[in-house]
């Protein structure tokens, strides 16, 4: 494949398929230690037991409400090397930093007043995999929001995983390998109104995931540390559910509820959907060319890796890109410079 016109369009899915098939990965991340935060809801607890299947050690994290009873007991049954679950809040660095020590190993973290904090061997001693899953999502005009509504997306959405790949990405280097999966949003690359926060939080994310990739590939780490950002699928979450529950989209101004009233419509995936997607790539079967891309989960993986060419001739697939009118690229004053007499005689200096 050596153009663009030679690509073809991937099969969307809406449900586990064969490349992505639990039984493939049985037991590929064996002892694996992978933390997953926001575990307690649908999302989470699908990606507890899509990495059980594949052999994990599973610290899983809540906040408010504790994952159900019978999902340690699943994931052991899955097959799953040990499960843990911790109350963490993410929105608050400290909460953060006690989930690493939780987890389980030892490094210098450089605090912000230059003090070292030195977190010690607790529970495995390691860690291999860090999944961002942990969300907030409101629904309401931002004039109307109360500021510390939208901060607190932001906390959770973005703030959150900064600071747990600002933890992780120190040890993942030194023991040269690690993956980073950021559950982000299809919200993040189009801008939905009444959404402002999640939308936003979610962008920077993604671009967040590009930027730290990058700075590993110039570190020649690409291969051992690699991340990505995911659109998870349309799922029923209770999340989902309560931001447009007939009583949320009431509080809309009246011209705009029409949008919303059917808008659980196309939330219709699986869970283990999004979840087998994130154990392929861990397990590194797309990190030669979707490394520090944005993937969505509803498009078939192997019909996308088959088409390494595309993506490595294309930078701009799988990525935040914006385009211009008349072709012009996005990378500032265009090739030869602006000729002054394109601005009149006004222009400084002419």
């Known amino acids: 494949m050596t153009d663009q016109t030679a690509q073809f369009t991937p099969r969307f899915r809406t449900d586990i398929y064969p490349f992505i098939e639990p039984s493939k990965y049985r037991g590929s991340l064996r002892n694996k230690v992978t933390i997953i935060t926001g575990a307690a809801g649908a999302i989470g607890r699908g990606l507890a037991e899509s990495f059980a299947v594949a052999g994990a050690k599973l610290v899983l994290t809540y906040n408010r409400t504790?994952?159900?009873?019978?999902?340690?007991?699943?994931?052991?049954?899955?097959?799953?090397?040990?499960?843990?679950?911790?109350?963490?809040?993410?929105?608050?660095?400290?909460?953060?930093?006690?989930l690493v020590k939780e987890a389980g190993f030892s490094f210098p973290f450089q605090g912000g007043r230059g003090e070292m904090a030195n977190w010690t061997l607790e529970l495995h001693g390691r860690a291999?995999?860090?999944?961002?899953?942990?969300?907030?999502?409101?629904?309401?005009?931002?004039?109307?929001?109360?500021?510390?509504?939208?901060?607190?997306?932001?906390?959770?959405?973005?703030?959150?995983?900064?600071?747990?790949?600002?933890?992780?990405l120190t040890y993942f280097r030194q023991q040269r390998s690690g993956c980073v999966?950021?559950?982000?949003?299809?919200?993040?690359?189009?801008?939905?109104?009444?959404?402002?926060?999640?939308?936003?939080?979610?962008?920077?994310?993604?671009?967040?995931?590009?930027?730290?990739?990058?700075?590993?590939?110039?570190?020649?780490?690409g291969e051992e540390v690699h991340m990505y950002s995911l659109h998870p699928g349309g799922i029923k979450s209770a999340m989902t559910l309560k931001k447009y529950s007939p009583e949320s989209v009431s509080t809309l101004p009246p011209q705009a509820q029409s949008k919303f009233v059917n808008a659980l419509d196309i939330y219709d995936d699986s869970p283990y959907l999004n979840g087998m997607v994130c154990v392929a790539l861990a397990t590194g079967v797309g990190k030669e060319?979707?490394?520090?891309?944005?993937?969505?989960?509803?498009?078939?993986?192997?019909?996308?890796?088959?088409?390494?060419?595309?993506?490595r001739q294309n930078p701009d697939l799988y990525g935040l890109h914006t385009s211009f009118l008349g072709?012009?690229?996005?990378g500032g004053v265009p090739k030869g410079g602006y000729r002054k007499e394109e601005w009149g005689k006004e222009f400084p200096g002419s």
């Open 128 to 168: 291999d995999i860090l999944i961002n899953n942990a969300g907030a999502n409101g629904l309401g005009p931002l004039h109307d929001q109360a500021p510390q509504d939208f901060i607190k997306e932001i906390a959770v959405n973005f703030h959150g995983p900064y600071y747990l790949m600002r933890l992780l």
């Open 289 to 311: 060319v979707l490394r520090g891309k944005y993937f969505d989960v509803g498009q078939d993986l192997e019909d996308v890796l088959a088409q390494r060419e595309a993506l």
């Open 181 to 221: 999966l950021n559950i982000a949003s299809r919200a993040g690359t189009v801008a939905i109104p009444y959404s402002t926060g999640y939308c936003s939080s979610k962008a920077a994310l993604i671009n967040l995931t590009a930027c730290a990739q990058k700075e590993l590939d110039i570190d020649g780490l």
């Open 66 to 98: 504790p994952p159900p009873p019978e999902l340690e007991e699943r994931c052991l049954r899955f097959g799953a090397a040990d499960v843990s679950f911790v109350k963490c809040d993410v929105a608050e660095l400290g909460g953060c930093e006690a």
């Open 327 to 330: 072709g012009l690229k996005n």
